[in-house]
C-alpha cells in the first residue's frame, strides 16, 4: 500500500486541466471544438532566437551550466532589466529557472516555514495557492472587486496582515484580468510592506504585452527600500513567445538568490543548456517581434472586446495587459438555467464546442477566462457561438 504525502494530498485539482482534457476527448471523437484556455502566445519562437540554439548546441554547448544559470544569461537579465527598466542588479542577485513557474516554487520553498503566510489577490494565477501551500504556508486570500479593477487597495493588504504575514504576491499585468497596478497604487502598497516589513512577490511574467496608454511599472523602481524587499519574477515565455522552453528568473536579495540557487542544484541541476543560450539572444538580439506580437493581440483585442460586450449576462472590463478576458457571466449563467458558472462552462463546451476556462479556479467564481492567444478567425468564431448559445437559452 503506497500513502501519499500529506502536502499533496491536499492540493486542489487543476480546472484548468480539466477542461482541456475533454475538449480533447471531444476533439478525438471529431468534434469541432475551439479552445479559448491557452495561456501561451499562438506564435512560434523568432528566427533569430531558434538559430541561436542551433548553433549553440552545433558548437557542443550541450553539458551542464552552474545551478543558477550560465553567466552571460545572467548578464543578459542583468542588461534587461537596466534597459527597460532603470533597475540595477548583480550577478548574485540573479537566478534562472525552469520557467517563472519553477522559481516561484523554489522562492516558497526557500522562503516559508510552517504556518508563514503569504497574501493573494483575487483573482489569482491558479498555482500561487498550491505553491504556498506545498511550502507548508498558509494563503490568505484578498478579493479584488471588477469595481476596483480586480486590484488591491492599500487598506485591503494593510488588514490582511499578521505576525505570521511573510509575502504579498502583485501580478501586474495580472493572469487573469489583465490589469495593470499603476505607479501610484503601487506606492500605496510600497508604503505598507515597508510599514510591516514584508516581501513583495513582483510578477511581471506579462510585462511586455501591455495596451493602450497605460504603463508597466516595476514596483522595485519606486525607491531602493522598494527594491530591497522585492524579488522580481521574470522570463521569456510570454514575451517572446518561449513557453516550452522553460527559462524565467528572479532578481532580488543576494541571500534569497543563493538559498533558491543552492536548492535547484539539488533538484533541477540547472537550466536546460540549448534553452539558455535561446534566451541569451532572446534579450540581446533584436526586440521588434516582441513589439509585432503586443500589436497583434492589441488588434484581436479591439476587434473582441465589443462583440463580448454585447453577449446578454456578460459584464466585461477592457483588459490592459496579458492575452485574457474575464467576464463575469453569473447573470448569463442563472438566465440560461444553471445553478453555476462552472455548469454553464461545461455546457459551452458539450453544446457550443468552446473551451474556456470556470474561473472558479482562479478564485473568481462568477466569471470566466477567455484567451485571445489565437487567430482573430477564430475568436469570432467562438464568440458568435458563445452569444448564440446564450441567446437560444435566455429566459427572463
Known amino acids: ?16 486541466l480539466a477542461i482541456t482534457a475533454k475538449a480533447n476527448e471531444l476533439k478525438a471523437q471529431g468534434v469541432d471544438v475551439i479552445g479559448l484556455g491557452a495561456g501561451e502566445p ?5 528566427a533569430n532566437i531558434l538559430e541561436a540554439a542551433y548553433q549553440s548546441m552545433k558548437e557542443g554547448k550541450t553539458k551542464y551550466t552552474p545551478a543558477g544559470g550560465l553567466p552571460a544569461l545572467k548578464e543578459a537579465i542583468i542588461h534587461k532589466l537596466q534597459r527597460d527598466q532603470q533597475l540595477s542588479y548583480q550577478p548574485n542577485e540573479v537566478m534562472v529557472g525552469v520557467g517563472a513557474k519553477h522559481v516561484l516554487y523554489t522562492l516558497f520553498q526557500v522562503l516559508l516555514n510552517e504556518g508563514d503566510e503569504v497574501i493573494i ?37 494593510r488588514e490582511a496582515v499578521t505576525d505570521r504575514t511573510k509575502a504579498v504576491i502583485i501580478n501586474s499585468p495580472s493572469n487573469p484580468t489583465g490589469m495593470i497596478y ?11 510592506s515597508r510599514e510591516f516589513d514584508i516581501l513583495v512577490v513582483s510578477d511581471e511574467i506579462y510585462e511586455k504585452l501591455i495596451y493602450g496608454d497605460v504603463e508597466h511599472t516595476s514596483i522595485a523602481t519606486l525607491s531602493e527600500d522598494a527594491k530591497k524587499r522585492t524579488i522580481v519574477i521574470n522570463g521569456v515565455s510570454k514575451s517572446h513567445s518561449m513557453t516550452g522552453w522553460r527559462i524565467g528568473y528572479a532578481a532580488g536579495d543576494a541571500k534569497l538568490i543563493k538559498a533558491m540557487t543552492d536548492l535547484a542544484s539539488h533538484s533541477t541541476s540547472n537550466p536546460t543548456t540549448t534553452s539558455q543560450y535561446a534566451a541569451i539572444e532572446a534579450y540581446n538580439g533584436p526586440q ?15 476587434v473582441i472586446f465589443p462583440k463580448l460586450q454585447a453577449i446578454p449576462g456578460f459584464k466585461v472590463l477592457r483588459p490592459q495587459g496579458a492575452f485574457y478576458l474575464l467576464p463575469d457571466v453569473s447573470e448569463a449563467a442563472e438566465k440560461t438555467g444553471y445553478s453555476s458558472v462552472d455548469d454553464f462552462v461545461t455546457a459551452l463546451l458539450t453544446e457550443a464546442n468552446v473551451a474556456v476556462i470556470p474561473g472558479s479556479g482562479f478564485g473568481a467564481h462568477s466569471t470566466i477566462r477567455l484567451s485571445y492567444a489565437t487567430s482573430l478567425e477564430t475568436l469570432t468564431t467562438a464568440v458568435e457561438r458563445i452569444h448564440q448559445f446564450v441567446s437560444s437559452k435566455w429566459k427572463d
Do not use: C, H
Open 1 to 16: 500500500m503506497i500513502n501519499l504525502a500529506n502536502r499533496v494530498k491536499n492540493l486542489t485539482p487543476s480546472t484548468t
Open 42 to 46: 499562438d506564435y512560434n519562437t523568432p
Open 121 to 157: 489577490p483575487i483573482p489569482y494565477w491558479v498555482s500561487y495557492p498550491e505553491q504556498v501551500k506545498l511550502a507548508q504556508g498558509v494563503p490568505v486570500y484578498i478579493e479584488a472587486t471588477s469595481s476596483q479593477d480586480y486590484k488591491i487597495t492599500p487598506q485591503q493588504l
Open 182 to 192: 499603476s505607479k501610484e497604487e503601487l506606492e500605496a502598497l510600497a508604503q505598507v
Open 288 to 302: 521588434d517581434t516582441v513589439e509585432e506580437m503586443r500589436r497583434a493581440f492589441e488588434g484581436r483585442l479591439d
